[in-house]
Structures are given as structure tokens and as C-alpha cells.
């Protein structure tokens, strides 16, 4: 197998940087849209098959060094008991509000309420089993929480914020339950055969450090903490996440992902030089031509080459107006410059 990804999250030698990117399976593939026109979001990650074949395609395509489960943080929250609805980005109808809205949580077994996804990830580790390693992911607490609370992505999250403010022990009771279901969603991903974890805490960047060490950091690292055992990488994504690097290096994963805001060198300093990194692209770099694709690939490299450890990756998920050659070129130019 090529195992150049968990050799990188390990922090061990490699011959050349492995690279994935996030949302590698998405709207910008043609083959992506081809099935989509078939099927809509939520059939396609319920149906293990189809989950399967979208997971693959940018393997088959660019030959990527990782896959990554086809699914969706908000899987957790219908394991919870909320209704999800998908229009594109996700929307829950009775939002958590009050103390009588949390008594609705339920801390169920994950393999029970969505098996698809545990099916889905032994499929692909099945067909995975000679070429590339596969990663199984989660909303971090915080972020996945915010979305129950909120009912949909919104610019501020200011019912989440207010949340934690007005009433923070209700906040910690919907974050404890959250919690417990994300370990035994992400354990029950490395049971069925996922070899690395990645926790997603895309809304972790709109809270100040006091109050992400209190109500995002701290679930993360339990979850990390329940999860190490399982002796697989763990990765930490947490993006707009600038002014907590001091505080994310109590994160307790393995590999931290970066966004582009701060160059990785920099990034692994206010790290205190522990952790490998994942990252950092642009995405929208790949809207330029090749040749200046390349030459931000290289910087990029550039500025990672005294890590401990280096995944490359985009700094978040690939754009679905995004150029399928171009990032063709990007996985070229990664593999050149980096032996
Ligand atoms: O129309 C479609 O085809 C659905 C679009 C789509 C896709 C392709 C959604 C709805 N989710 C996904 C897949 C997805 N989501 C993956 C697949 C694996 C991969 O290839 O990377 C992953 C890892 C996610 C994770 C995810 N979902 C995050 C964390 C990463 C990030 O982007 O910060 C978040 C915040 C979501 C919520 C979500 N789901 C979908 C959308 C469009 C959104 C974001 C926008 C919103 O909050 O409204």
C-alpha cells in the first residue's frame, strides 16, 4: 500500500510529500455530477455503493494519497434523533434552544441509527486495501453543535454564541452529548476500517480563545483522547483558527490542519514544533493558470520543509467552480517538487 499519508501523519521519513485535498469528491468532478444527476445528496452518502464510487473517483483520477469517506458532519445529528434536509448545505428544523429541545438528544449507538456509514467504509477499505489509506471524519463537538443550535450555516452563528454566553451550562450539556456520540461515531469508523481520523472545526474560528478553550477545544480533545487508543492518526481542522494556534497545541491530535491565512512554518512555531501539518493552499489558487499553480505549490512546499511532518492539502474544501485540470497540475506539481 502506499502509505506515504500515514507515514507523513507520523511524523516519519518520506520520499515525497502525499497529497489530498479536501472535498476531493465534490461538484468541480464531472463524474461527480454525473452520478449526482442520478441521485441526490442524501441518497448517495445512504446508500454504501454510491458512497463508494464517489470516494474513488478522485483517487482513480489524480491518484491521490489518501481517500476520504464520502459523507457528511450533520450524519451524527439523524443518529441524534434531528431531522437533516440538504438544500445544498444542511438544514434541521427544530433547532436546539432550551433546556426541553436538549431533553430530545439522544446519545444513541451510531452503528444502530446510520450503519451506511460503517457499511460504506468497509466496502471502501475492501477495495482500498492495495492502494491508498482511508480517512473517516467528524464534526468536531463544537462545530457539529453549532449547527443543531443554529439549524443551518449562517454568517456569525450569533444563536450559537448567545447560547454560550446566556446559558453555558446549557451549552455544556448539548456539547457533553455531542460528544459522546462523535467517540463512538468515530470508533465505530476505525472499527470498520478507516485509518486515520479527521475532526472538521470549521466554526471554531468565530469564538475568541477563552471561550474556544472552553467550549470547542476541550470537546475536541475528548474526543481525541477517547479515540487514541485506536492507534490511528488523528488530524484537527479547525479553520479561521489564526489567533488560537496557542491554544489548538492542546488540541491532542497528531496532524494539525492549517488554512492559507499563516504560512505553515509559522503556523508549526506557534505550535510549539510538535505536531505535522496538513495544508495550506488556497483553494482559490486554483483558479490561476498551471505555471502559477506550480510556483504556489512550491512556496508552499517551501515553507513546510522543516516540519516534523507534512500532509499537502488545500487550507479548506476545493471549490466546485474549480478547473478539474488545475488541480491535475497542483497533484503534478506537489509530486515533482517534493522528492
Ligand atoms: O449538492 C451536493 O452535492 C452536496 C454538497 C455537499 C458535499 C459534496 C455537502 C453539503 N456535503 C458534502 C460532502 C462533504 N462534507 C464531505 C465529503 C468528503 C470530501 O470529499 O471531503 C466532507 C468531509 C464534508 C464536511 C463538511 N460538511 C463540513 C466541514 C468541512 C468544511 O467545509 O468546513 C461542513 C461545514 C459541512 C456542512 C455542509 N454540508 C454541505 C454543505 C454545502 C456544507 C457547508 C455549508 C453550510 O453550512 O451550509
Redesign the pocket.
Known amino acids: 500500500m502506499n502509505d506515504l499519508f500515514l507515514r507523513a501523519c507520523r511524523r516519519e521519513p518520506v520520499e515525497r510529500t502525499p497529497v489530498w ?7 468541480y468532478l464531472p463524474e ?1 455530477r454525473a452520478v ?1 444527476e442520478r441521485v ?2 442524501t441518497t ?2 445512504r446508500t454504501p455503493e454510491l458512497a463508494t464510487e ?2 474513488l473517483q ?1 483517487i482513480d483520477r489524480f491518484g491521490m494519497d489518501a481517500a ?7 450524519v451524527p445529528a439523524e443518529a441524534m434523533g434531528f431531522d437533516v434536509v ?1 438544500n ?4 434541521i428544523d427544530a433547532p436546539l434552544r432550551s433546556s426541553s429541545d436538549v431533553r430530545r438528544m439522544r446519545v444513541s449507538d451510531p452503528e444502530e441509527e446510520v450503519p451506511f456509514v460503517f457499511e460504506a467504509v468497509q466496502q471502501l477499505s475492501r477495495e482500498l486495501a492495495d492502494r491508498v489509506p482511508l480517512i473517516g ?1 467528524a ?1 468536531a463537538p463544537f ?1 457539529l453543535a453549532a ?1 443543531l443550535i443554529e439549524g ?3 454568517k456569525n452563528f450569533d444563536w450559537t454564541k448567545r447560547l454560550l454566553f446566556a446559558e453555558p451550562q446549557l451549552a455544556h450539556d448539548i456539547l457533553d452529548r455531542v460528544t459522546q456520540v462523535t467517540e463512538r461515531y468515530v470508533a465505530a469508523q476505525v472499527r470498520a476500517g478507516a485509518q486515520a481520523i ?1 475532526l ?1 472545526d ?2 471554531a474560528g468565530l469564538l475568541d480563545p477563552a471561550l474556544y478553550r472552553e467550549f470547542a477545544l476541550r470537546y475536541a480533545r475528548r474526543v481525541f483522547q477517547a479515540t487514541r487508543s485506536l492507534n490511528v492518526p488523528l488530524i484537527y ?1 479547525a ?1 479561521n483558527s489564526a489567533h488560537l494556534h496557542e491554544a489548538l497545541a492542546g488540541c491532542g491530535a497528531d496532524v494539525v490542519g492549517a488554512d492559507w491565512r499563516v504560512p505553515l512554518d509559522e503556523v508549526s512555531r506557534r505550535l510549539g514544533g510538535r505536531f505535522a501539518l496538513q495544508g495550506n493552499l488556497d483553494p482559490c489558487v486554483l483558479f490561476a493558470e498551471p505555471a502559477k499553480i506550480e510556483s504556489c505549490v512550491r512556496a508552499t512546499l517551501e515553507q513546510a520543509r522543516d516540519l516534523p511532518g507534512h500532509v499537502f492539502n488545500l487550507g ?3 471549490l ?1 467552480q474549480t478547473p478539474v485540470e488545475h488541480v491535475a497540475a497542483m497533484v503534478e506539481a506537489v509530486r515533482r517538487h517534493s522528492r
Request: cysteine-free; aromatic content about 22%.
Open positions: 485535498i479536501m472535498r476531493q469528491a465534490g461538484r461527480y449526482r441526490g445528496f448517495l452518502y464517489v470516494t478522485p476520504i469517506l464520502f459523507s457528511d458532519i450533520l440538504f445544498p448545505g444542511p438544514v471524519f464534526g462545530t449547527y443551518r450555516g449562517t479527521q472538521f470549521s466554526w481542522f479553520l479548506h474544501g476545493v466546485p
